[in-house]
């Protein structure tokens, strides 16, 4: 069993940044695909970056360019930065990971929430 930890959440201005991480342990388990997704109220979740252990990335449309993700392979660690944050950002962010090359995987975390103020 694969356990997914996040941090990193929290309340923000319109404009300001937060960087999100999400360490994978519990198992010998190999993490290929990792990413996140989000949940906004009343919506269902989405997509929002993800990344292979051989470092491809992809992005949602709407975060591409605002949002990098990266992983720490040594540490079984993804990391997602924020920067120019949005109120539609607003959301519960889920990391998610498993030993396949595609997302959504097969473990996700208990989710973390960002707030963007306007």
């Known amino acids: 069993q694969v356990q997914l930890v996040e941090s990193g959440g929290g309340l923000v201005q319109a404009g300001g940044s937060l960087r999100l991480s999400c360490a994978a342990s519990?198992?010998?388990?190999?993490?290929?695909?990792m990413g996140w997704y989000r949940q906004a109220p009343g919506k269902q979740r989405e997509f929002v970056a993800g990344?292979?252990?051989?470092?491809?990335?992809n992005y949602a449309s709407s975060v591409k360019g605002r949002f990098t993700i990266s992983r720490d392979n040594a540490k079984n660690t993804v990391y997602l930065q924020m920067n120019s944050l949005k109120p539609e950002d607003t959301a519960v962010y889920y990391c998610?990971?498993?030993?396949?090359?595609?997302?959504?995987?097969?473990?996700w975390g208990q989710g973390t929430q960002v707030t963007v103020s306007s």
């Open positions: 990344t292979r252990s051989s470092g491809s990335t």
């Open positions: 519990g198992s010998a388990v190999r993490i290929n695909a």
């Open positions: 998610n990971g498993g030993p396949t090359a595609f997302l959504p995987a097969d473990y």
